[in-house]
Antibody, heavy 115, light 107 residues
Framework: QVQLQESGPGLVEPSETLSLTCTVAGASINSNFWSWIRQPPGRGLECIGYIYHTGRIDYNPSLKSRVTISLDTSKNQFSLHLSSVIAADTAVYYC?????????WGQGALVTVSS | EIVMTQSPPTLSVSPGERATLSCRASQSLSSNLAWYQQKPGQAPRLLIYGASTRATGVPARFSGSGSGTEFTLTISSLQSGDFAIYYCHQYNNWPYTFGQGTKLEIK
């Protein structure tokens, strides 16, 4: 059974960088695509981007200038960095396995952008 | 970016009855369409992919149909645990996008 767990600060100040890590258990980080998805409170879902261990990465064009996704194979983790955050970036951030369909999800991490 | 439109926004159905949820894409997806179920405070759960293939462990009362731009999720004989929000999701063109959801509530 694949399990994913997000971790990181729950509060980020405007203009700062949001950083989250997803720890994967039950599967190798080298075995699949891995994605970040977010959901603003009370709203729908948005794909942020995905990564594969070969170096293939893609980001949502709406966020591309501010987002970086990376892998740490030694820790079986992947990470999200979103720079210059604003209030509209407040959301539950999910990590998930896959990049077209998402069969395993983390429980989600609420990140609030506020001073 | 492909826009996904779900209807209705809210659907009220009695337990034991059938629910039919619709999803329309702004351009053709072939069969690259998935459905997810989300309950309050939980991550979405994959139900259907390839427009009509049930994910592992999904009960047979969930079925998906459609291709191109029109898709349907049907839940026959609703059970109490089925009342949730359902999202369609296209993975034909990046950025992959979700519909705004249909809330299935108890009548």
């Amino acid at each position: 059974q694949v399990q994913l767990q997000e971790s990181g600060p729950g509060l980020v100040e405007p203009s700062e960088t949001l950083s989250l890590t997803c720890t994967v258990a039950g599967a190798s980080i080298n075995s699949n695509f891995w994605s970040w998805i977010r959901q603003p409170p009370g709203r729908g879902l948005e794909c942020i981007g995905y990564i594969y261990h070969t170096g293939r990465i893609d980001y949502n064009p709406s966020l591309k200038s501010r987002v970086t996704i990376s892998l740490d194979t030694s820790k079986n983790q992947f990470s999200l960095h979103l720079s210059s955050v604003i209030a509209a970036d407040t959301a539950v951030y999910y990590c998930a396995s896959g990049y077209e369909i998402f069969d395993y999800w983390g429980q989600g991490a609420l990140v609030t952008v506020s001073s | 970016e492909i826009v996904m439109t779900q209807s209705p926004p809210t659907l009220s159905v009695s337990p034991g009855e059938r629910a039919t949820l619709s999803c329309r894409a702004s351009q053709s997806l072939s069969s690259n369409l998935a459905w997810y179920q989300q309950k309050p405070g939980q991550a979405p759960r994959l139900l259907i992919y390839g427009a009509s293939t049930r994910a592992t462990g999904v009960p047979a009362r969930f079925s998906g149909s459609g291709s191109g731009t029109e898709f349907t999720l049907t839940i026959s004989s609703l059970q109490s645990g089925d009342f949730a929000i359902y999202y369609c999701h296209q993975y034909n063109n990046w950025p992959y996008t979700f519909g705004q959801g249909t809330k299935l509530e108890i009548k």
